[in-house]
């Protein structure tokens, strides 16, 4: 079941967001302790404005290669 609201820390210059906060107050929380921790980097508190619902994941069997089929030889010409 997908999260209707949640939240993200991105340190600017940095790499994306590693999780998500399920509040914003815990958001705000590690944002500071980022900005703390990561001197003279803005930090920013992302809020989710739109999603749009992915389709179904499917899972599929092993995958075939040329080398995984048997080939017969041709029978010889009469």
């Known amino acids: ?3 209707d609201n949640f939240w993200l820390v991105w340190v600017a210059g940095r790499g994306g967001p590693k999780r998500i906060h399920l509040t914003l107050e ?3 929380t ?3 302790r980022l ?6 980097r803005e930090v920013y508190v992302l809020a989710i404005v739109h999603r ?3 389709r179904k994941i499917l899972t599929l069997g092993p995958r075939r290669t040329r080398s995984s089929c048997v080939v017969e030889p ?3 010409a009469c």
């Open 35 to 40: 900005r703390e921790e990561v001197t003279g």
């Open 74 to 76: 041709k029978a010889a």
């Open 1 to 3: 079941m997908p999260i």
């Open 26 to 28: 815990e958001a705000k």
């Open 30 to 32: 590690e944002a500071r």
């Open 52 to 54: 749009e619902i992915g």
